[in-house]
């Protein structure tokens, strides 16, 4: 076993109090001093250190500090992509750090949507093909309820009626819209955003806080990472990292 599975399993849940508490129940993500260290020969460096972070249902929450703060690692963490190597992190009440390769694969399918700054959208398919990707793994949704979902999730981001689009036919905005929907599509209870307008001109940027703020109204719980302060300023609550920890 490498050092830092060794780390993962003596650290990474040791004080974690699943599900006693309900004021814990009621956060979709709740953290007490999650750490991410990461190794490289005999240097070591901490992406995220003794991070405590409680998202309740309904929040919109920015992360928010300049490059090398350790936003992505935190949104990795929380969307299950990486795990924290010392910590508490209770995902929907679950102990996220005792989760097994497939639980983990599953709850990311299931429970989380991500969208990233450079949208990872799959090039030879269509933009509805793009959106059925990650609920063609979801046996117990049927064929009929899928095209539901989809068709559902493509006109919540205003592109109702683009199914046969390929990405390169669209623009970047509308790119990122689909890479929304995909997310959208899953019903996830929580939704990461990682520099979602960082690929985008200033005006397809705003458009998609301005999807995100609806989201939000409308019942989602959502948290981005940017370096912008104008978009950081959308959320309901800001977090500012610097240098891996909290300093708001
Ligand atoms: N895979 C990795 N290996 C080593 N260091 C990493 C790795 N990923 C991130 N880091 C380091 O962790 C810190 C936080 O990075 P990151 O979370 O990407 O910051 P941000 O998203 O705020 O720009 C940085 O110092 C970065 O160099
Ligand atoms: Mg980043």
């Known amino acids: 076993m490498d050092s830092s599975a060794i780390e993962r399993r003596t650290g990474a849940s040791e004080h974690c109090v699943e599900d006693s508490d309900s004021v814990i129940r009621d956060c979709i993500v709740h953290m007490e001093g999650v750490s991410r260290l990461y190794r490289s020969g005999t240097a070591a460096i901490y992406g995220l250190s003794a991070i405590d972070l409680s998202i309740k249902r309904g929040e919109f929450v920015a992360l928010t500090g300049p490059s090398g703060c350790g936003k992505s690692t935190l949104l990795s963490i929380m969307g299950l992509l990486d795990h924290a190597t010392s910590g508490c992190f209770l995902l929907n009440g679950r102990d996220a750090t005792t989760l097994g390769y497939s639980e983990r694969a599953r709850i990311r399918n299931e429970e989380i949507g991500f969208v990233f700054q450079a949208f990872n959208l799959i090039p030879h398919m269509t933009v509805y093909q793009n959106v059925e990707l990650p609920l063609s793994y979801r046996k117990a949704i049927s064929g009929k309820e899928r095209r539901e979902r989809i068709q559902q999730a493509l006109a919540r981001v205003g592109l109702y009626g683009r199914d046969s689009d390929y990405p390169s036919q669209i623009s970047g905005g509308e790119q990122q819209r689909v890479a929304i929907a995909r997310a959208l599509a899953g019903f996830p209870s929580l939704l990461l955003a990682d520099e979602p307008t960082g690929n985008l001109d200033s005006q397809s940027g705003a458009s998609i806080m301005r999807l995100f703020e609806e989201l939000h109204s409308n019942g989602a719980t959502v ?19 610097l240098d891996g920890r909290s300093v708001t």
Do not use: E, G, P
């Open 223 to 241: 948290c981005i990472a940017t370096h912008d302060a104008k978009h950081a300023s959308t959320a309901q609550r800001r977090v500012a990292l």
